[in-house]
């Protein structure tokens, strides 16, 4: 039983003299067995709504970890690579953008179909023109053209949905560029293996430790070395381990005990004299203690000479390995001008305290010594020392031959470390003489790592106790560059703020529409405009302008009872050429002469018969 028409059914489209339209041969669906509309998958409720919902929560997330990023420096990362088979750049720069394609992907296929539906939406409304609908192409024109001509017809949904999909061009390398790897500090609790405590060694008097000493403080003159580990300045601290690890420029501070060693190395109170005997000549020197003390030396054995010796003036010890010492330097001036020499004065002292070190954990040097304030820690057997420090290059007479060998070469070492650091200077040894301070800041630097490096030897002692530490060390992070993110948080944001309202305006729009089929194949274009008339206008080489031109003064809408679209002519004047004219005049002479019996037929029931097909002029 079919559904009984209507008499706007049964008008179809307006009487035009152009063209006559066919609808009525079109039966009525029966009821209950009309096609279903057409409704792809991509443009129902879940997909339309949750894809702009879905990048506006990513917009969101994306906002919150920037702040978390910012207020936590950073998130933690393993630091090695755990894929070695790729670069870290290539996984910062990769893994971001696996969360935005997908959105950007869902969304330019919502603005593709929606820019597919826009001309069937307009002739679903009704009146629309033929620029507008039959001859818009917004698929052909890309979203970023389709932004201009939605504008000029004022399709704002396109326009802004169009507009949107842009800027979805942009996620990708915003995605791409808003992770880096930073390498910041980070602070650790931890513990360390103190192995020494402060007290005399048992064995300073085999030298051992006074000969190392003076053997590495020519080889720095000699070498430029840097400080040894656990010496730092006038500073000596206990050995404790490191973590068997080395962290990326890691350092770490540990509170332990400490020796200071004290030089307290001055000028001679007036230059010193020389006086030449012959081959036998002396030195006379003045300390700014009052203290005077000459010094042998045969002139024509060298022209330059140096040495130490120990001072015996005032109330010194009867230990000459803890009296204080004279360096003195020679020189026999070839220039014609007398010989000169240069004399200093130091008396050692050492203190110990309760120090907090930093030491580097890739090399093992300290880089800094902080001194306690508070009392001293226990010393042990260096109470017998009463504060003196071995002077380290004056010792008494030992029978042993090795133990007196090498007191004569810690004696003549470090003096000669000093000399030879003068003579490296880049004005010469000259220069360091005419300095009135020349030799005392070479003799201070290279006493105290003489000294500083002896302390660890003779001032400390076997032990074995855990003590605190704290580790420092630079850490990879990864952090979320605040503009980049922003700016991408910023389009998804708006990107899934406006699309939900597109979108539900989009589908207030498509109510009307009724399409049973995919509108892309020609098929499916050819089924809904086969009865509808105006294509007796077209010829099949039309170009854009022709078919503008032939289609002009029309207005199309999708009939309410079949679907198809039909054209309202509104002006009623022929806008064809000559030949044009001519073969609608022919087709419409056939369509007049059986008019009455095809609509007779139609009443009726019966199907159509065939007709043979118009021919024009052209035709062979």
């Known amino acids: 039983m079919q559904v009984p028409e209507s008499p706007e059914m049964r008008r179809g489209s307006q009487v035009s003299l152009r063209f006559r339209e066919s609808l009525h041969t079109i039966p009525t669906p029966m009821r209950g067995k009309r096609p279903q509309r057409f409704d792809p998958f991509i443009m129902r ?25 910012v207020r936590q420096d950073g998130f933690s990362v393993p630091q090695k690579n755990v894929l070695q088979i790729v670069s870290t750049q290539f996984l910062l720069s990769f893994f971001p953008t696996l969360f935005v394609i997908p959105v950007a992907f869902m969304w330019r296929e919502l603005d593709w179909m929606m820019r597919w539906y826009q001309p069937y939406v307009l002739l679903a409304n009704g009146g629309a023109r033929a620029e507008e609908s039959l001859l818009l192409n917004y698929i052909a024109l890309g979203p970023f053209l389709s932004m201009f001509r939605a504008l000029h017809y004022k399709h704002r949904v396109i326009f802004y949905s169009s507009m949107l999909a842009t800027f979805t061009y942009m996620l990708q390398p915003l995605a791409g560029s808003i992770f880096q790897l930073r390498s910041l500090p980070q602070t ?31 080889a720095s003159v000699l ?22 690890n080395p962290m990326l420029n890691g350092s770490m501070a540990v509170n332990t005990t400490g020796i200071g060693t004290d030089v307290h190395c001055d000028n001679s109170k007036d230059v010193p004299s020389i006086v030449v005997q012959g081959s036998n000549s002396s030195i006379t020197s003045t300390s700014v203690d009052n203290c005077i003390h000459t010094v042998s030396l045969n002139i024509s054995s060298s022209d330059q000479q140096y040495g130490v010796d120990d001072i015996v003036c005032g109330n010194v010890s009867s230990n000459v390995s803890l009296r204080p010492v004279m360096f003195w330097f020679f020189n026999n001036r070839t220039d014609g001008n007398p010989p000169e020499a240069r004399t200093v004065f130091c008396a050692p002292t050492i203190r110990t305290a309760y120090v ?66 003068a003579s490296q200077e880049v004005k010469g040894l000259q220069s360091v003489f005419d300095l009135p301070n020349g030799f005392l800041d070479k003799t201070h630097t290279i006493y105290t790592l003489h000294l500083g490096l002896s302390a660890q030897s003779i001032y400390f002692v076997q032990a074995n106790n855990t003590l605190p530490a704290i580790m420092t060390s630079l850490v990879p992070r990864l952090w979320i560059d605040p503009f980049p993110a ?41 089924s809904l405009t086969s009865k509808s008339g105006f294509g007796d206008l077209l010829l099949p080489y039309d170009d854009e302008k ?26 009623g004047e022929s806008e064809m050429g000559p030949e044009d004219a001519m073969t609608a005049l022919l087709g419409k002479q056939h369509q007049l002469a059986q008019s009455s019996q095809l609509a007779f037929e139609a009443a009726g029931g019966y199907p159509p018969r065939p007709r043979s097909p118009l021919r024009t002029p052209y035709d062979p």
């Open 223 to 244: 070498h430029n070395l840097p400080s040894p580990p656990f010496v730092w300045m006038n500073w000596t601290t206990a050995e404790f381990s490191f973590p068997p």
């Open 486 to 526: 922003h700016l991408l948080a910023a389009i998804l944001c708006v990107i899934g703020f406006v699309g939900i309202f597109i979108h539900l305006v989009n589908i207030r729009q498509r109510r009307k529409l009724i399409l049973t089929a995919p509108p892309g194949s020609i098929a499916a274009v050819v």
């Open 45 to 69: 409720w879940p997909v339309v709504i949750g894809t702009p919902i879905s990048m506006l929560l990513l917009g969101i997330a994306l906002e919150i970890g920037v702040n978390i990023s």
């Open 356 to 421: 907090t070190v930093m030491a580097n954990l890739n090399n093992g040097l300290l880089t800094n010594i902080v001194a306690g304030d508070g009392p001293a820690p226990p010393q042990n057997n260096l109470t017998s020392l009463a504060g003196l420090a071995y002077n380290g290059v004056i010792f008494p007479d030992d029978p042993n031959p090795f133990v007196q060998a090498r007191a004569n070469v810690i004696r003549s070492s470090v003096a000669n470390a000093i000399f030879h650091s």
């Open 188 to 218: 650790t609790n931890s513990s360390v293996t103190n192995m020494n405590n402060v007290g005399l060694a048992p064995d300073v008097a085999s030298l051992n430790a006074f000969v190392a000493a003076a053997g590495f403080a020519e």
């Open 546 to 571: 022709s078919l503008e031109r032939k289609l002009h003064g029309l207005q199309f809408r999708m009939d309410s009872r079949t679907g198809a679209i039909v054209a309202d002519d509104m002006t």
